[in-house]
């Protein structure tokens, strides 16, 4: 009997080891509205410097499928061919099911996911945030017609309150799920968009697990986390050498100047060339007191075709007489990166000795920061 009761344990240990190995890949099983049969589903990474198309499948029956694997989870974006819009969803090796609305891609459900469960977590703290931020859009835009300034400050700082609650309650997820890629790609999201501390930020990327900080998510944060901290008011700027508009090569440390701007601007970009003027009566007053200026431009987009031209085009209508450089890669440009841009017009005023000691100042108050300096 006792050998028997041996035996019987041994088996379901086996059998329990078995149940617990890891999946070998994801199978996504999802559901929509037989309307949509024909149409294709494309399943895309959502890694922003490499965008790519990781599976499709055509509706059938109101049903589609997806199967594969992936080294680890990652935020990947699900969308229809040929209709707006987009569902996110961190794809991981396991039964995954879906039932998609063709209405809103957004208000899917998923089930099936350690990961996505987490993430609808989240998309409870943002979901409303969407919500408010259409309605007192809409309330803005009506006080902006009005031309009543008061009212659109109001709306604002409203606004900016409601946000600030919910990042605060995402700061609180994040904490509490520290062992999912999920958590990293909301922190991720923070960062770029300046709604947390960098600081705060490395607490919080330290909290995490090793699989989360070894993920591309974590690799990603950080990256951002260091050139955050090089580019921090109080840091020298970081050192870079790009080529100029006739191929030679600048390097930032050769300028020589009591005061040195750094502005990363673009042809393509439309508040960039709207605040060029500023700049331009900025450089024209100052520069005789010491003030020197090195466009950094992050020409390049895909949609451009003719980068290099359309650069020195607006170099000259828009009469920018300073230091322009670029490697013509969009926000892949490498001193970008290393000033972790991500959006333009952005601006670094640099010391004598290459210290940081303002960011994104622009029109009066740009001015006002150099009267300050060298008047």
């Not at 309650?169 to 709604?195: C, G």
Request: with cysteine; hydrophobic share 40%; proline share 4%.
């Amino acid at each position: 009997m006792i050998k028997k009761l041996m035996l019987l344990a041994f088996i379901i240990l086996v059998a329990s080891c078995k149940n617990e190995e890891t999946k070998e890949g994801y199978v996504i099983n999802g559901s929509i509205d037989k309307s949509m049969d024909g149409k294709t589903f494309i399943l895309r990474n959502a890694d922003t410097q490499n965008s790519t198309v990781a599976d499709s499948s055509v509706v059938k029956d109101g049903k589609v499928t997806f199967t594969g694997k992936v080294d680890a989870p990652d935020l990947y974006v699900m969308s229809i061919d040929g209709m707006p819009g987009g569902m996110p969803i961190i794809l991981e090796n396991e039964n995954i099911s879906i039932q998609f609305y063709k209405d809103s891609l957004q208000s899917s459900s998923v089930t099936g996911s350690h990961e996505n469960d987490i993430f609808k977590v989240f998309k409870d703290v943002s979901d409303p945030i969407r919500a408010k931020n259409q309605a007192m859009g809409q309330e803005f835009m009506a006080a902006r017609t009005a031309g009543d300034t008061a009212k659109m400050k109001t709306i604002q700082e409203e606004f900016q309150k409601i946000v600030d609650a919910a990042n605060q309650k995402n700061i609180d997820i994040i904490k509490k799920h520290n062992d999912v890629v999920t958590s990293a790609a909301f922190l991720e999201n923070m960062i770029k968009n300046k709604a947390i501390d960098i600081t705060e930020a490395q607490e919080l990327y330290d909290n995490f697990t090793d699989p989360v900080k070894n993920s591309r998510i974590g690799k990603s944060i950080n990256d951002l986390l260091v050139s955050g901290k090089a580019t921090a008011i109080g840091s020298v700027a970081p050192d870079f050498t790009a080529p100029n508009p006739e191929g030679n090569m600048l390097t930032l440390s050769d300028l020589k100047g009591k005061v040195t701007i750094i502005d990363f601007w673009a042809a393509w970009c439309g508040p960039c060339r709207r605040e060029n003027p500023n700049v331009v009566k900025v450089y024209e007053k100052y520069h005789d007191k010491g003030l020197e200026i090195i466009g950094v431009s992050l020409d390049g987009n895909p949609r451009q075709k003719d980068a290099k031209g359309e650069w020195l085009a607006a170099i000259e209508k828009d009469g920018l007489t300073w230091h322009q450089v670029s490697n013509l890669q969009y926000f892949n440009d490498p001193v970008a990166k290393k000033y972790n841009i991500q959006s333009i017009p952005a601006t670094f005023i640099l010391d004598a000795e290459g210290k940081i000691i303002a960011k994104n100042l622009r029109g009066p108050e740009l001015e006002a920061k150099m009267a300050e300096l060298l008047n």
